[in-house]
Structure formats: C-alpha cells, structure tokens
C-alpha cells in the first residue's frame, strides 16, 4: 500500500518536530554543561556518547512510542523496536557527537521514517545554528521553511567535496587513503564531523559532493532523503542504489564524474584492492 502526498507531508512535520525537540534538549544540556564536559565511549576510546545522547533518544522514542505504537523504530544510543505497520524511524539523536563534546557548531539531530524499503520523510536540525532541513518524497526539500537546490556545479576538478572516517582505526587509515588520492582532484575537501549535516550541505549547495562508507542506517537516512529531493544524485560509489555502507550524494552536473574520479581514487590507494 503506498503512503498518500498527505501523510508523507504529515509525518515529515512530525520528523520535524521531534528533530528540533530533542535537538533544544541536546543543545539546552550543552549550554549548561559549559567547558568541563565529557562523555562515555562505544565501540572504540574515541565513539563517544554523552547523556543527552540518550535523553535526546529517549524523547523522540517516547513520542513515537505514544503516537505512532505499531511503528518500528531504530535509534543510535539502542532503540531496537520492531513495528507491525511497515513504517520504521531510523533516529540519530545526536549525529556529530565528536563536535557536541568539543562545542563544535557541526552537529545535527535526525530523523527519518520509511515505509517498506521506501524513505518518505526526514528532517534535520542544527541547532546551534538554528537550521531545520527536511523532505518528504516527491514534495522538495527546504532549509527552514525555504525550498532549497543542490549546486550546478559540473567540472569535478571544482568540487568541494565532503566525507567522514569511521571510529575504526584500520577502517579509517584506509578511508583516510582514498582521501589522499581522491584530493588532487577536486577542489578540496572537507570533514564536517556529521553525515546528515553533510548531506543537508549537498541540498544546500554548500557543499558540491559527499560521500562516506560505512555509515549507519540512522546516519545518513534523512540527509540523503533531503539531497535528492534538492535535486542531488545520491547513489553508492559504483552508481548503484545509495545505502548507509556506501553513501555518494552529489549534484547531478558532476556525479557521474565524481564517481569517476572516486574509482580512480579507491584503485589507486592501498588496503582496498
Ligand atoms: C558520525 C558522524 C561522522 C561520520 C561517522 C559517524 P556520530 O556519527 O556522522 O561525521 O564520519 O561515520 O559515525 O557517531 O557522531 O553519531
Ligand atoms: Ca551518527
Ligand atoms: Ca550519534
């Protein structure tokens, strides 16, 4: 059954909501912590986790939970709820973690539902600069409340070009290879520290290309659902379908040469042969 224009629209307001909700905790908390301020780690020493991490979670897991029981739900900091409805929220709570601890300007709140392998709607809030990205399929993406447009740029040896590392070690001195390559030819790169951000910058035009591997579902889910309704080409590194492990969205003029150079760059670095 496929999900009407109008409650694609509805439940982009509600991924709206809750983004700029728990993006006001994680931002009210860090104001509040001030300079002396840490946080926990996962996977490696330097994944963090703070405890509005898991507040900002625990707010939109709530509401969802209240308002919509029969979805199912995936969150970052652990929720793992499984829903009967065919709609699944895939929720960062705080995407840039590295960023939040450091008072970095760079870190965003996510959310994003599918229906069935389908992603409807998503929003993106940036709180400490008071921006709210969002999408609904086939509706066009905005940047608070105005419609937005990925760049027309179309030589890729004048691409600003975004990516991020994994937490990994061997993971990213591989990643870091590829960039190594990759540098010569564009324009340059940047490491903003938050894939949804990131892709929101693709929507924007403030950045001409962004990719990553090995991302999380709740990473790049509404990020990438707003590139390409800004008229961004999203795809993974060899043209097919965009997934979280393999992430490239870039303004139509120049994919298919960023994927170009991309290969070339992937070819030529060491560790992924
Ligand atoms: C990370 C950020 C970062 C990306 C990493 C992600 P987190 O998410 O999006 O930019 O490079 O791959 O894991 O841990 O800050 O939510
Ligand atoms: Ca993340
Ligand atoms: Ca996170």
Known sequence: MSVSDDERRELRALAERLAREAGAIALDGRRAAGSSFGGDTKSTSTDLVTEFDRAAEAHIVGELRRIRPDDAIVGEEGTDDTGTSGF?????????????????????CSVAVAHGDEMIAGAVAVP?????????LGGGATRNGVAIEASDRSDVALALVGTGFAYAADVRRVQAGIVAELIGDVRDIRRLGSAAYDLCMV???RLDVYYERHLNSWDAAAGELIAREAGAITSDSVGGRARPDDTVAAAPQVHAAFLAVLQRAIDASPGTS
Request: contains cysteine; hydrophobic residues 35%; proline residues 6%.
């Open 88 to 108: 699944a929220w895939h929720v960062d709570p705080i995407d840039g973690t590295t960023n939040y601890v450091y008072d970095h300007q760079a870190w965003s």
């Open 128 to 136: 400490p600069v008071d921006e709210l990205f969002s999408a609904h």
């Open 203 to 205: 929507a924007c035009g």
